[in-house]
């Protein structure tokens, strides 16, 4: 147990579906995270949070649409997906973005394993 | 940019073998340095770390010194176990907040 728990683990849906993914942590961390991780890629990063406010995106389709709505908890809605976008999709958290005295840690959750038919 | 090379897989080995999984990096100032381990069907957690140079990161039998002359921090063991079967991903994150991943190596152990 990591202290950050995602919900569903699994998740199929259809290319016309919406459906969201849910991140929460429980480490009283400033900075949240969701990567992509896809079969024979590197881990990609999408988005990042610092205190709720969204420093970073990596060009990720607008079909992905993150939330944070405190520092304990972040969301990735989906919607219209295509069959590309099956993957494991990771949530982490940090202390803060920049840590250069612990050296910034990340705690990652389980994952959602998303199939798009 | 900042960047992490690490070692191509998978990896094969017998059981008691010597592990080495190379990790070399390319960062402006003075990255921390992370090596990471995904077990099946989990996220990736961390397996250790180094801040500064010449710091040698240590955790379940797994040891990786900083290396800045030769920008490197490769993951070692002595001995593998069946259970060490994982993926490990080189990682380093820099005073501006980057975190930059490896590609990961896949290390399957045989018994």
């Known amino acids: 147990e990591t202290g950050v728990t995602q919900t569903p683990r699994h998740l199929v849906m259809g290319m016309t579906n919406k459906k969201s993914l849910k991140c929460e942590q429980h480490l009283g961390h400033n900075a949240m995270y969701w990567y992509k991780q896809s079969a024979k890629k590197p881990l990609e990063l999408m988005f990042v949070?610092?205190?709720?406010?969204?420093?970073e995106n990596n060009s990720v389709p607008s079909r992905f649409s993150p939330e944070c709505p405190n520092s304990s908890h972040l969301f990735l809605h989906l919607h219209t997906l295509q069959p590309e976008d099956s993957a494991l999709y990771l949530c982490?958290?940090?202390?803060?973005?920049?840590?250069?005295?612990?050296?910034?840690?990340?705690?990652f959750g389980a994952g959602t394993r998303l199939s798009v038919l | 940019g900042n960047s992490v090379t690490q070692m191509e897989g998978p990896v094969t080995l017998s059981e008691e073998a010597f592990l080495t999984i190379n990790c070399t990096y390319t960062a402006t100032g003075y990255p921390s340095l992370f090596w990471y381990v995904q077990y099946p069907g989990e996220g990736l957690q961390l397996l250790l770390k180094?801040?500064?140079?010449?710091d040698k990161g240590s955790n379940k039998g797994f040891e990786a010194t900083y290396r800045k002359e030769t920008t490197s921090f490769h993951l070692e063991k002595g001995s593998v176990q069946v259970s060490d079967s994982a993926v490990y991903f080189c990682a380093l994150n820099t005073n501006a907040g980057k975190s930059t991943f490896g590609d990961g190596t896949t290390l399957t152990v045989k018994p």
């Open positions: 180094a801040t500064k140079a010449d």
């Open positions: 949070y610092s205190l709720e406010e969204r420093v």
């Open positions: 982490a958290s940090s202390q803060d973005v920049r840590g250069p005295g612990h050296g910034n840690i990340q705690y």
